[in-house]
């Protein structure tokens, strides 16, 4: 595992700049097989009607940045309402045809998660809330953490049972899923989900390399690791939280091993652009605020 990151404030600010602006002369497009590098960029835990600003001011960045959006649950507070969920489509709605969704805890306030299904459609996937689908070289998973609401998600469940058959079927050489709650967080207001494990064994048994998620509402990268937290070059999966799409901050608790990057006072998305056998990550702060970091892994 190569990995080169810094996270120098003025410098990769200058960085960030230049991204955006070379980003906007690419078209949108980033057709499953192609081997032209595709933009995966997104966040969670973002609108909130009682106060939009954070929730605008990533949608600004998202307006900047081709690519496939993935908004990585809690996306319309407090209830994932119809109501709630005009309130996200005056922000993240506007790059909504090209947005593929993960739903949050918030979404299922509402039976069955029903209004964020009747607003996504077709995007959202099947009813579980979970699904897959090819962005370039490669296979991208979206995975549904309410497990009370689904049927559990222990080894046996639906949905791990589904996961490991998808990712059987689509032997891809670089895999990433983004799901709501992570397994690993040092966030204050929750950390730790280990209802998430098999959800990461499942995925660690077949290679996969990045992991996205949200829930605690804050920026995090950490090494990559196994399903029990152990530091591992060699098969680990690195997980990024990016509860950062603009509901508020909350502050940090006691570092998690293997944690490598955190911050708590600044809104933002995290850009993955994909390419054969490596991926580059980039966390793009709101306007105003400095908090960058970025670096580079290889696929296993
Ligand atoms: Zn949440």
């Known amino acids: ?157 639906r949905e791990v049972r589904w996961l490991r058959a998808d990712l059987a079927a689509h032997p891809a050489a670089c895999t990433l899923a983004y799901w709501h709650k992570p397994l690993f967080s040092s966030g204050s207001a929750h950390g730790n989900d280990p209802e998430m494990r098999p959800l990461w064994q499942a995925l660690y048994d077949a290679n996969a390399e990045v992991i996205v998620n949200g829930h605690d509402h804050n920026y995090e990268r950490f090494a990559p690791q196994n399903p029990d937290g152990g530091s591992d070059a060699a098969r680990g999966i690195r997980e990024f939280v990016v509860g950062t799409g603009g509901k508020n901050h909350r502050p940090m608790a006691l570092s998690k091993p293997n944690s490598e990057s955190q911050n708590a006072d600044t809104f933002g998305v995290l850009k993955l652009t994909l390419q054969a056998g490596a991926y580059d990550w980039q966390f793009i702060p709101e306007a105003g605020k400095s908090f960058m970091d970025s670096g580079t892994g290889k696929c296993h």
């Not at 600003?53 to 407090?78: C, F, H, N, R, W």
Request: net charge negative.
């Open 1 to 157: 595992m190569e990995l080169k990151w810094f996270a120098g404030v003025c410098a990769a600010g200058a960085l960030g700049l230049l991204t955006l602006s070379s980003d906007r002369a690419k078209v949108a497009a980033n057709p499953a097989g192609s081997d032209e590098p595709a933009v995966l960029v997104g966040a969670g835990d973002i609108a909130d009607c009682t106060d939009l600003s954070g929730a605008e001011a990533t949608a600004k960045l998202l307006e900047q940045i081709a690519g496939t959006v993935m908004a990585v649950g809690d996306l319309a507070y407090p209830d994932g309402s119809k109501e709630n969920l005009a309130c996200y489509d005056k922000t993240w709605g506007r790059v909504k045809a090209r947005t593929r969704p993960a739903p949050g805890n918030h979404e299922f306030h509402a039976a069955g998660a029903r209004p964020y299904f009747d607003y996504f459609g077709a995007a959202a996937g099947p009813k579980g809330g979970y699904y897959s689908y090819e962005l370039g070289t490669w296979h991208i998973v979206v995975l549904n953490s309410e497990c009370k609401d689904i049927g559990g998600c222990d080894a046996g469940s």
